[in-house]
């Protein structure tokens, strides 16, 4: 996608990597980080005018291989101290995966850093799922659906956060854009919650556009930290076919670089995760370049930029054909 530079404020950004497949039954998540490096995500930063730091990938504190709640943690408190110290040193957290409980860390991360500042954090849930099962409602036991539930302080997850452990996000302050699957269990417990939601069904009502300026203006008006968790299988399979939990009927290419654009706009965006990207799976790189793209366009890649286009553009006369 050709582009000029955008205008807006260059960024410190730390890009985080987390090789971690602990919280999935599907293998190659882990591969995810390098692949993105691969496709260019630091270059294509570096070439917006941001300052882009690469911490290289981050380690479990624990030993290396565990499975379920107990490995997760170990990636989890591994992932929010880093996260934490990046948002202290006054950087943009890029945390690149790895399967989606990586979000358990970045998310706890800013919690802590946020509550020291006394700031709210608003979760703009990028996802064909909402991720809101515990132990006791997932019907696979994996921990990638389960994070949002978790770090909304869901019983059923022991000795998964440091000590002390921060208060839980507030699902009134959680946005689930894209949604098209989920389980009956997760489903009680999002409505209970009153978590918000913009379905596939309103996206295809109303387009992007609409429900997402509302969720910005939440965001705005609460003076909220946003960290957006963007999960590649929120894309539809057929450009992105590099996830292991494919839903058919994701957002189209130019819709969801509407929404990077649009978040870019905003500048509200304080922090990112990008996941699920399981190069295993993938078609020669496809999926990894279009996230990269994707990335670019919420650092402010575009065409043209907006504020010098003129309000009226003159005609284009007719080429001669002499």
Same mark, same amino acid.
């Given at each position: 996608?050709?582009?000029?530079?955008?205008?807006?404020?260059?960024?410190?950004?730390?890009?985080?990597?987390?090789?971690?497949?602990?919280?999935?039954?599907?293998?190659?998540?882990?591969?995810?980080?390098?692949?993105?490096?691969?496709?260019?995500?630091?270059?294509?930063?570096?070439?917006?005018?941001?300052?882009?730091?690469?911490?290289?990938?981050?380690?479990?504190?624990?030993?290396?291989?565990?499975?379920?709640?107990?490995?997760?943690?170990?990636?989890?408190?591994?992932?929010?101290?880093?996260?934490?110290?990046?948002?202290?040193?006054?950087?943009?957290?890029?945390?690149?995966?790895?399967?989606?409980?990586?979000?358990?860390?970045?998310?706890?991360?800013?919690?802590?850093?946020?509550?020291?500042?006394?700031?709210?954090?608003?979760?703009?849930?990028?996802?064909?799922?909402?991720?809101?099962?515990?132990?006791?409602?997932?019907?696979?036991?994996?921990?990638?659906?389960?994070?949002?539930?978790?770090?909304?302080?869901?019983?059923?997850?022991?000795?998964?956060?440091?000590?002390?452990?921060?208060?839980?996000?507030?699902?009134?302050?959680?946005?689930?854009?894209?949604?098209?699957?989920?389980?009956?269990?997760?489903?009680?417990?999002?409505? +209970?919650? %009153?978590?918000?939601?913009?379905? &596939?069904?309103?996206?295809?009502?109303? !387009?992007? =556009?609409?429900? @997402?300026?509302? *969720?910005?203006?939440?965001?705005?008006?609460?003076?909220?930290?946003?960290?957006?968790?963007?999960?590649?299988?929120?894309?539809?399979?057929?450009?992105?076919?590099?996830?292991?939990?494919?839903?058919?009927?994701?957002? +189209?290419? %130019?819709?969801?670089?509407?929404? &990077?654009?649009?978040?870019?706009?905003? !500048?509200? =965006?304080?922090? @990112?995760?990008? *996941?699920?990207?399981?190069?295993?799976?993938?078609?020669?790189?496809?999926?990894?370049?279009?996230?990269?793209?994707?990335?670019?366009?919420?650092?402010?890649?575009?065409?043209?930029?907006?504020?010098?286009?003129?309000?009226?553009?003159?005609?284009?006369?007719?080429?001669?054909?002499?």
């Amino acid at each position: 996608m050709s582009s000029e530079v955008s205008l807006h404020a260059a960024r410190s950004i730390a890009l985080i990597g987390a090789p971690i497949e602990v919280g999935t039954s599907e293998p190659g998540a882990l591969m995810g980080p390098a692949a993105l490096r691969t496709a260019g995500l630091v270059r294509a930063l570096s070439e917006l005018g941001h300052s882009v730091t690469d911490r290289g990938d981050v380690a479990p504190e624990g030993p290396a291989g565990m499975r379920g709640l107990d490995g997760v943690a170990a990636w989890t408190r591994a992932l929010s101290r880093v996260v934490e110290g990046a948002l202290d040193a006054g950087s943009l957290p890029l945390t690149a995966g790895g399967d989606h409980s990586l979000s358990l860390g970045s998310v706890d991360g800013v919690l802590r850093h946020c509550a020291r500042h006394r700031r709210s954090v608003f979760v703009l849930w990028l996802d064909a799922h909402a991720d809101f099962n515990t132990p006791a409602t997932s019907p696979s036991g994996n921990v990638h659906g389960m994070p949002l539930a978790a770090l909304c302080g869901e019983p059923g997850f022991p000795r998964l956060f440091a000590e002390p452990v921060p208060q839980p996000l507030s699902p009134a302050n959680v946005h689930l854009f894209g949604l098209r699957s989920i389980d009956a269990g997760e489903r009680a417990l999002v409505t +209970t919650r %009153r978590v918000g939601i913009t379905d &596939m069904r309103t996206i295809d009502e109303f !387009g992007v =556009v609409a429900p @997402l300026r509302r *969720v910005l203006d939440r965001v705005a008006g609460q003076g909220a930290h946003l960290h957006v968790s963007l999960d590649i299988d929120f894309l539809d399979p057929s450009i992105a076919p590099g996830v292991g939990t494919t839903v058919p009927g994701g957002a +189209t290419f %130019r819709e969801a670089h509407l929404i &990077m654009e649009m978040l870019h706009d905003s !500048g509200l =965006v304080q922090s @990112l995760d990008v *996941v699920e990207l399981n190069p295993f799976l993938d078609e020669r790189g496809r999926s990894a370049r279009v996230l990269v793209e994707l990335v670019a366009s919420l650092f402010g890649r575009r065409i043209l930029d907006r504020a010098t286009l003129p309000i009226e553009a003159a005609p284009i006369e007719p080429a001669g054909r002499g």
